[in-house]
């Protein structure tokens, strides 16, 4: 008989004895007088000698050991504590007689932090986790494991003033301790706000090195400052810093405020007092982050959000609340203008190979030639023409169909479609194009000309809108995102204005065409955007699209935030559900050229926006949810204050800047 571990689980332990061998039948296991009932009689007696240091079965010694965990929280502050319990049964029994280990792992493997012994089969711990921690009970034997509970340390900005009390004129500095999950924040971007009677206002930006960021402050009145991440999803507790009353005589005050010389409609600054300047600076310096109007996906958020393992999926939904990416059906085509009223008065065809031909308007082929001969098209009598070695069509005989010209070329499924694979190329526009058909009109007197291709593939392989070296998530959602944009244009008629439903620059999306499907040598970079492109497309009718309560979304798109988003009524008009502002703090990312930016307001420029001569001082004294300016108010030399409040996008555009995150006017 063979007597070993097997025989008990969970706590109980029994060393192995060697005795004749179990006879195989598994019958005999169970049968009365059995073997296996001599060798439990024996364990049962060993035990009570103390031979054996863990106690005998009970009846239902072969019932599984479990442990059941539970936790009093998933999240915690730094410090905080958090109470595991567990229940230690043996079937449906609580096991007393053992003591079990509480483990946790934050990095590496697990490590036994407490071993506690349960009462009537249950025992509860409290910890106290500094960074976030991963634990489980075990039992001694280590053979059976409770489910891992995870305990997550949220991030945190702890601050200190070095002086919570300054003598007036004087200096503090304010130390923030950035950590993530309890963790030093080894580099990133906080930011110092102080509190005005309109809210929190952003003073200055600084970089966070290895969890330490440095603020000096010199307040003229006592103020209450707190540091946050610069989408304001990690905030300090307030720290404030005191000013001392002046040792000198003040002069006597009748106990009534100062009087406000500014209009009822102006509010007063939000920065606290600094030194005003006596003469009229000749500019001021604007300091901000950012490129874009800040509504709906940030281009470099979703780079750096797709360095970090997010999906398209994620990163739209991120960014366009409550909106998922779904197939969906989608328009076969779309037209795009190349050129029209804002260019010159005759555009040049060519190819680079191949051959091309050009067409009326009810198809009737006028002309063909290849890469050795050029089409001049211009306006002659109101319709377009096209001139050809000097010939000109349609010819002047010609009864048919005059408003319309089509251009096709090789290698299209409009002209020889297993034939040499054709670029065409058209002066005074910014592509080349592989794909479609050009279509030329005259609208208003002035030649337009659209491309005529396929939305899903072949539009969208042109689409100019990213860098094809990013990671591939980045770049389908940037597919998804523009093949959204396109599809709303495309479902609805063409515009009246330029015979299309895009235009080829920023009025639309940026369009190039084979210059962005070919980017790179041997085309490198270009194939990776069209495979992003295709990982996204079912058929010429059937795609992903980003839709929200079923209906398609509106997914305006922008290079970059001041480290979060807006909200759509905020920067423009409209109140929109899926619009909303959210954390953004990926736009930050070092690679960002425009995470920091500075810029110059002119005096001239500052008193036609304030209507007021003599500005000596530019504050922004308001802010939207997003961080982006509300309000503006200017000092004059004789202490006269007016604010303008606009949207956002139009104090971004009456100043001139790049966004409208400003962080400082000095």
């Not at 000096?216 to 905030?235: D, F, N, Q, W």
Request: charged fraction near 15%.
């Amino acid at each position: 008989m063979n007597v070993s571990r097997a025989l008990l689980s969970g706590p109980f332990v029994l060393h192995t004895v060697s005795m004749r061998p179990a006879p195989p039948s598994s019958a005999a296991r169970h049968r009365p007088g059995s073997r296996l009932s001599l060798a439990v009689a024996l364990v049962a007696l060993l035990g009570t000698v103390g031979v054996v240091g863990a106690p005998a079965p009970t009846a239902d010694a072969a019932a599984k050991v479990t442990l059941t965990a539970s936790q009093s929280a998933t999240k915690v502050d730094r410090g905080g504590k958090v109470t595991l319990k567990v229940a230690y049964r043996q079937g449906k029994k609580p096991v007393t007689c053992c003591s079990v280990r509480l483990q946790a792992r934050t990095t590496g493997g697990w490590k036994t932090v407490r071993t506690v012994k349960p009462k009537n089969g249950k025992a509860s711990v409290v910890v106290t986790p500094k960074v976030t921690t991963r634990y489980r009970f075990v039992t001694l034997t280590g053979n059976t494991r409770s489910a891992t509970k995870k305990v997550t340390v949220r991030s945190s900005i702890a601050v200190k003033a070095s002086k919570p009390t300054i003598a007036p004129g004087a200096a503090s500095t304010i130390t923030a301790t950035y950590r993530a999950q309890g963790r030093l924040v080894a580099k990133g971007t906080v930011q110092l706000q102080h509190k005005t009677s309109s809210g929190w206002v952003t003073l200055s930006r600084t970089a966070v090195a290895s969890g330490k960021a440095k603020f000096t402050v010199k307040p003229a009145a006592t103020t209450s400052y707190r540091v946050t991440t610069t989408g304001l999803g990690v905030r300090s507790k307030t720290v404030k810093v005191a000013v001392s009353a002046p040792t000198t005589d003040a002069p006597k005050s009748n106990g009534q405020p100062p009087k406000n010389n500014a209009p009822d409609d102006t509010t007063t600054t939000s920065n606290p007092p600094q030194n005003t300047p006596k003469t009229p600076p000749a500019s001021f310096t604007v300091k901000g982050s950012g490129y874009g109007h800040g509504i709906g996906m940030s281009q470099y958020g979703a780079y750096r959000m797709a360095q970090e393992g997010k999906t398209a999926a994620q990163i739209l939904s991120h960014y366009y609340t409550g909106a998922k990416v779904t197939t969906a059906t989608t328009p076969e085509d779309v037209a795009v203008q190349v050129f029209g009223a804002s260019d010159a008065a005759t555009t040049t065809f060519s190819v680079n190979a191949g051959s091309w031909r050009l067409r009326s308007g009810e198809g009737t082929t006028l002309v063909t030639g290849d890469k050795s001969s050029k089409v001049t098209l211009k306006v002659v009598g109101g319709n377009p023409v096209a001139v050809v070695g000097g010939t000109t069509y349609p010819s002047a005989s010609w009864t048919g169909d005059r408003s319309v010209l089509r251009l096709h070329w090789t290698g299209t499924r409009y002209y020889s479609s297993t034939g040499t694979k054709a670029v065409a190329s058209l002066s005074g526009t910014h592509g080349t194009y592989r794909h479609g058909r050009m279509t030329v009109r005259v609208i208003n007197g002035h030649l337009n000309v659209v491309n005529e291709l396929r939305l899903n593939t072949e539009y969208l392989y042109g689409l100019g809108e990213m860098p094809s070296s990013w990671d591939s998530a980045a770049l389908q959602a940037q597919a998804i995102a523009g093949r959204n944009y396109a599809t709303a244009a495309a479902t609805a008629k063409r515009k009246a204005t330029c015979d299309c439903h895009l235009w080829d620059d920023t009025r639309s999306q940026n369009f190039t065409g084979w210059k962005k499907e070919s980017e790179g040598t041997n085309a490198v970079w270009g194939k990776k955007w069209v495979a992003a492109v295709d990982a996204t497309v079912t058929s010429s009718t059937s795609a992903q699209l980003l839709l929200a309560s079923g209906s398609l979304v509106n997914a305006y798109y922008y290079s970059s935030s001041g480290g979060r988003t807006a909200n759509s009524e905020d920067v423009w008009s409209s109140k929109v559900g899926y619009l909303r502002s959210v954390d953004d703090r990926y736009s930050l990312t070092d690679d960002n050229p425009m995470r920091a930016w500075t810029r110059s307001l002119t005096q001239a420029k500052a008193q036609s926006i304030f209507g007021v001569k003599d500005i000596v001082r530019v504050d922004v004294t308001a802010t939207y949810s997003s961080g982006q300016m509300k309000t503006l108010t200017a000092t004059t030399t004789n202490g006269t204050k007016v604010s303008v409040t606009k949207k956002a996008d139009q104090l971004r555009s009456l100043l001139g800047l790049p966004a409208s995150w400003v962080t400082s006017i000095a």
